[in-house]
């Protein structure tokens, strides 16, 4: 007797809880979350794949209709109306146009793709920091003066335990398909195995080369020294020189952001515990505070390293004194609406970002903010300050960036129209600006939008000099080699593909072996060394060498 089918409550709420998070419903998914009690769960940290939901809605379909159309001992093809998840099904028959009428059952069509604003659980195909299910605060709340409304009162929920604990060494993974690297020399990817669960972060230390920190769903932080130079073994597996695992005992802990200071010597580490750590270059942690009472979407140090501010679920940005090792201020400057991301502008200017469609500019010395930039119709996901800090890039849910002038922030004037950038079909996850732009040349920014294209942009003009659809899931990562000659994406396909700037040609490629996402993309250099750091779904980093792939050599 074959064993039976279970499905229970419990299982479809995950589901439910799954797609809403891949769908970018993160007040909906935190419904689901609380009262279907998803944190007493066994099912909540498993890894549900992408679309998965639908995935299960579309073979009950292809079952419907084959249980619809089969007539004795085979199946009828002259039927022509479709089926829907909601209409019942009333045959439409058409004469057959031949004798044979038995096929096999269409594969049925799913509009939209599910992958979703999952970046810190995937995630998931989720994007810069991934927008997710508002978490309980703590009975605890730290006293500090909050610039702005006041912050609705906690509902108090019971304690549980911070005890450290130790996780088991991950066993050595089996890749059910293999990576494809083509055209390029041995050695030129390699993947480092050590995580269990999503990879969501990668950083570069910017000063010692090599040296690399990852962070994942279940808020693991490696250290790596990846080795690099003609004496390397390439085959050599590389292991982390240094793990941190205690963070937290929560279920939601997945990492979202990890920042390095100007020097190398601090690491910022951003979670959905709602705790902000500083970990020292050897590991030592340096100071941690849990005046958040939300999730940390970002986490970034000022350009002297001084200051370091943060974007929150709970509505909030904190400003902390590094050395001082202490908050400085909490700014509430996005209403009752979660701030999603933060940029310094100068050493205490910073701009902030979030589901109201407005960017906040904030100087450490005012009371309120200097400045309102309005204009988005949808929740701002990123902004980005460009190389020189006289402009800001916005994107957002609207499917639009925006270029706004910020030379004069600290004047009282009003601040000119912003250039729109406008021909994305869905919402924009990412923008970035190139790092270098040559005499007489315009600046340009590169945009990643989950209509699965990446373009880019003339900020002076507005136009979009170039289109890229090469992926065929949607584009989460985009960024620019240190040079400036090489714009790279990475995509919920599992591809990444490298980009000329100058000739905007297609150069290089490399698919992870599966379908899963790329969520972050890291590329530095150091003197002349170059490597490129990936954050992988699939529970591995990719360092790529591109010292030993020819077509990125040549151009």
Known sequence: MPAPLVITADQVNCLIHAYFLDSGFQHSAFAVR???????????????????????????LLYSEVEAHWKGDELSTNCSAPFSLLDPHACSLQPFSSTNNVREPNTSKVNGDTAGKRKATTPSEDARAEKRARKEQDEKDAQINVDGAPAPKPKPKDAKSDAPQALPEPPTKRLKHKPSVVGARPGAVRLLQAHKTEVFVVAWNPSTRGQLVSGSRDAVVHYWAVPNGPNSDPTAPIQPTLTLSNFTLTSQADLTALNWNHDGSLVAIGSYDSILRICT?????????SHHKGPIFAAKFSPSGQWI????????????DVKQKRIHRQYRNHGDTCCLDVEWLDDSTFASCGADKLVRIVSLTATGPLHTLEGHAGEINSIKCNPSHTRLASCADDGTARIWNIENIHSEKALPAPMVLSGHQQCLTSIEWCPVTGPDEHELVATASFDATARLWDTVTGDCTRVFADHTKHVYAVTFS?????LVTGGGDGSLIVYEVKSKEKKWSWYTGEKSGIFEIDWQSWGNTSLIALALERQMVAI????KVPALQSS
């Open 281 to 289: 270059a050897g590991g030592e942690t340096y100071f941690k505070d």
């Open 34 to 60: 609380m009262e279907g009690r998803l944190d007493q769960s066994p099912h909540v940290k498993k890894h549900i794949p992408r679309g998965e939901l639908i995935e299960l809605l579309s073979k009950a």
């Open 482 to 486: 240190p040079d400036g000659r090489h």
């Open 544 to 547: 790529v060498d591109p010292s």
């Open 309 to 320: 501010v943060t974007a929150s679920l709970d509505c909030t940005s904190c400003v902390w």
